[in-house]
């Protein structure tokens, strides 16, 4: 099942634009970590961010997280086309590390 | 070592034979995960080793499925008796514990096997 659901489910801007996706998650968390997955193709990792932890920048991408409303949120400053894939929150809930994934944001990013 | 390696990349079968799908994972990496993802959804998990120790099966896991990890490198996911419903990207990912022990590492993921059953 599904831990966490991204909203919106797709979003389209133009280039240069900034990008903001959502999560929300239902259980205590070690970590929440931010996936891009181009279609049809493997996951990529982006930022993983510690349950003690509240925002965390890498790049273009800023990530905060509320662990009392289980929330979190993936920020893309100056999108690119190249940005263009789907975007998965997943949640390590400390079980043996395995990672519960979110149902994921489409962006397309247009020239 | 570039990555995770899946093989194959797509598998089209019958519906009713059996399929082997391999997974090596980064060398050093001792955790090796098996996910399955379905059009539209993310990748939910399957099973999990720790080197050969196979250490969580999902519900998911079916008596059809199983997996392995002989000599803790790399693991194969065969599914028997395939039926329609096992259509799936079949990704594989691996990673390292952090000094707590614990996942605070990110998991590196391979491009995953394609299967359609007919």
């Known amino acids: 099942s599904q831990q966490g659901e991204e909203d919106p489910q797709a979003l389209s801007i133009q280039e240069g634009e900034n990008a903001t996706m959502n999560c929300s998650y239902k259980?205590?968390?070690?970590?929440l970590q931010w996936y891009r997955q181009n279609s049809g193709r493997g996951l990529v990792h982006l930022i993983l961010?510690?349950?003690?932890?509240r925002e965390k920048h890498s790049g273009r991408l800023r990530v905060t997280l509320d662990t009392s409303k289980k929330s979190s949120s993936l920020l893309i400053t100056a999108s690119r086309a190249a940005d263009t894939a789907s975007y998965f929150c997943?949640?390590?809930?400390?079980?043996?590390?395995?990672?519960?994934f979110g149902t994921g944001t489409q962006l397309k990013v247009e020239l | 070592d570039t990555g995770v390696s899946q093989d194959p990349r797509h598998k089209i079968t019958k519906r009713g034979q059996n399929v082997t799908f391999r997974c090596d994972p980064i060398?050093?990496?001792?955790?090796l995960y098996w996910y399955r993802q379905t059009l539209g959804q993310g990748p939910e998990f399957l099973t999990y080793?720790?080197?050969?120790?196979?250490?969580?099966k999902s519900r998911l896991l079916s008596d059809r499925f199983s997996a392995e990890r002989p000599k803790g490198s790399f693991s194969t996911l065969e599914i028997q008796r395939t039926e329609q419903g096992d259509s799936a990207m079949y990704l594989c990912?691996?990673?390292?514990?952090?000094?707590?022990?614990?996942?605070?590492?990110?998991?590196?993921f391979g491009q995953g096997t394609r299967l359609t059953v007919v």
């Open positions: 990912a691996s990673s390292f514990p952090g000094r707590e022990g614990k996942m605070n590492t990110e998991a590196f």
């Open positions: 259980t205590s968390i070690n970590n």
């Open positions: 961010i510690r349950s003690n932890e």
């Open positions: 997943a949640t390590d809930t400390g079980g043996g590390n395995k990672l519960t």
């Open positions: 060398s050093e990496h001792n955790r």
């Open positions: 080793f720790q080197n050969e120790a196979q250490l969580e």
